[in-house]
T-cell receptor
Framework: AAGVIQSPRHLIKEKRETATLKCYPI?????VYWYQQGPGQDPQFLIS???????DKGSIPDRFSAQQFSDYHSELNMSSLELGDSALYFC??????????????FGPGTRLTVL | AQKVTQAQTEISVVEKEDVTLDCVYE???????LFWYKQPPSGELVFLIR??????QNEISGRYSWNFQKSTSSFNFTITASQVVDSAVYFC????????????FGKGTTLSVSS
């Protein structure tokens, strides 16, 4: 079965640079979520989109922005990168279920290292 | 406010032992969903189970079983006859309300199964 695709899988950037992470949801999934997982930490929710509109927002820094496109893929844009942004970034997708809460299926993650 | 507590940080067992991972949650909503995810050393987050607040039936899937008790706000996970491949970090998570809403994760329990 098709899974969530994230690219790139690994990314190395310098401080103050920008980065763009891409997420391609499972086919027919219309909701996309972004999470950040620091070393030894639990995943922290950043932001989600349903039908290209922001659905929920968590602790996403102002330096980060995200959007969902007409083909449902999503991009997370990160500017003025800091050392503390080094983490594993997960994208997840879910279908809109009849009971309105559906399982979030996670991609393999993008490991971002900021030097 | 919603919160998930996994009091066991690390558990070590020997193969074929049974092990239970505890999860206690807090929420003010009457409608909510509980999840378990597995994160093996390779890093991906693998969905294991979803439970809604109206369904307290326990569930068994092979060597895995889950015990949901609203009276104690607990959603515990038992692995029977553990195997080395079960070694991973296990996260319990909570979601309230609507599609597109964040998952709130516990801190995770690291399970190490030795042969």
């Amino acid at each position: 079965a098709a899974g969530v695709i994230q690219s790139p899988r690994h990314l190395i950037k310098e401080k103050r640079e920008t980065a763009t992470l891409k997420c391609y949801p499972i086919p027919r999934h219309d909701t996309v979520y972004w999470y950040q997982q620091g070393p030894g930490q639990d995943p922290q929710f950043l932001i989600s989109f349903y039908e290209k509109m922001q659905s929920d927002k968590g602790s996403i820094p102002d330096r980060f922005s995200a959007q969902q496109f007409s083909d449902y893929h999503s991009e997370l844009n990160m500017s003025s990168l800091e050392l503390g942004d080094s983490a594993l970034y997960f994208c997840a997708s879910s279908p809109l279920g009849l009971d309105f809460i559906d399982t979030q299926y996670f991609g393999p993650g993008t490991r971002l290292t900021v030097l | 406010a919603q919160k998930v507590t996994q009091a066991q940080t690390e558990i070590s067992v020997v193969e074929k032992e049974d092990v239970t991972l505890d999860c206690v949650y807090e929420t003010r909503d009457t409608t909510y969903y509980l999840f378990w995810y597995k994160q093996p050393p390779s890093g991906e987050l693998v969905f294991l189970i979803r439970r809604n607040s109206f369904d307290e039936q326990n569930e068994i899937s092979g060597r895995y079983s889950w015990n949901f008790q609203k009276s104690t706000s607990s959603f515990n996970f038992t692995i029977t006859a553990s195997q080395v491949v079960d070694s991973a970090v296990y996260f319990c998570a909570l979601s309230e309300g609507q599609a597109g809403t964040a998952l709130i994760f516990g801190k995770g329990t690291t399970l190490s199964v030795s042969s």
